[in-house]
């Protein structure tokens, strides 16, 4: 029997009269795990419990196997940690603090700089490894936030906002690191935000709470449904492409040109052979059009409609 990666079982966490967990029982599986909920719902609750910070109420959890109040110390050398809010002595350097990091959690001095190294390597600060981290900008102190966490090569990252403060291109950076992270190296994540746009482009699965109890834990996929929209990406010159919008409007089909992306919307209520007649009408008029047929597929639904959903 394969142990999941994290389980909690009737998990309750009390302060004083608030429920922060309420009987909370879940199971998050390898691959990048997403940790969705509003603002009390418990995501932090629950992340402090994981890393022995805090311990239960009532109920039980476990990270691979082990238990998170009899086994603190197994679990601290399974998991690394990158907090949300800043924790960076200003005057010290980034290798320095990795460094010390890596010691904390065992290593010798020699491997901790070596290993210090690598990982500011792979965060994209090598370069900068040197400097004080007081002159650093949000995005670098992210990176070396996200360092620090793998310096002991752990088996699982537990990340919370960790795209927080960034500007978008910043935004995006981070979450390419994240996923290159989980997939290239195969250290399972679990990632606690509330920017659901983010987690939909990067996570396998997503688990929603709510005021302390689960709501939904399930793929990605399972949780968007797939809509009336066809998205068509297209490789061809602009004559060519105007060819194609109008040979499937022609079929009466609604089409929205967007550069070399066209949506066609499948008419409601259509059955399954309607919507293969949509399918081949695209293909017929890439082909009508000599365009290069890049991407068709159904859009599927956001995740922030689901969220919405379960607040109303």
Known sequence: MTVPLIAARDLTRRYGAVTALDALSVTMEPGITGLV?????????????????VDPSSGSAGVMGHDVVRDRAQIRALVGYMPEHDCLPPDMSATEFVSFMARCSGLPVTAARERAAEVLRHVGLFEERYRPMGGYSTGMAQRVKLAQALVHDPRILILDEPTNGLDPEGRDEMLALVSRTGREFGISVLVSSHLLGELERICDRIVLIEQGRLLRAEQVGALTTETGTLVVELDGDAPAVDQFVAQVAARGLLVQRER????????????????????DIVRDAAAASDVGLLRLERRRGHLQDLFAGANA
């Not at 909920?37 to 910070?53: D, E, H, R």
């Not at 070399?260 to 399918?279: F, K, M, S, T």
């Open 37 to 53: 909920g509003a603002n009390g719902a418990g995501k932090s609750t629950l992340v402090k419990i994981l890393l022995g910070i």
């Open 260 to 279: 070399q992306r066209v949506l066609v919307e499948i008419p409601e209520n259509v059955d399954a052979a309607g919507i293969q007649q949509a399918h």
